[in-house]
């Protein structure tokens, strides 16, 4: 079993910027890829940023420019900073992890970009 919690989420103004964290704890010998997807409300999950395997990235296209997705492999983390926030990036930010066993999922961080 491996336990996902993810932090950092908040609101923020508009061309604002945020730093979202991710944990993985547990059974943490077998984890590969690890990365962030985000849902808003009435809309269907969508990738933001991914490692595949421990070096790759993958963005989605907007994100691109804007988000930047690091990993600590050793602390089991991954981290999302986030800049140029716009209003439609409001979302619950959820962090997944690859592991032999399955994909596992976080609770999610709300962020709301508002003025």
């Known amino acids: 079993q491996v336990q996902v919690v993810e932090s950092g989420g908040d609101l923020v103004q508009p061309g604002g910027s945020l730093r979202l964290s991710c944990v993985a704890s547990?059974?943490?010998?077998?984890?590969?890829?690890m990365g962030w997807y985000r849902q808003a409300p009435g809309k269907q999950r969508e990738l933001v940023a991914r490692f595949r395997g421990y070096r790759t990235t993958d963005y989605a296209d907007f994100a691109k420019g804007r988000f930047t997705i690091s990993r600590d492999t050793a602390k089991h983390m991954v981290f999302l900073q986030m800049d140029s926030l716009l209003p439609e990036d409001t979302a619950v930010y959820l962090c997944?992890?690859?592991?032999?066993?399955?994909?596992?999922w976080g609770q999610g961080t709300q962020v709301t970009v508002s003025s």
């Open positions: 997944f992890v690859d592991h032999n066993a399955g994909r596992y």
């Open positions: 547990g059974d943490t010998v077998g984890i590969g890829a």
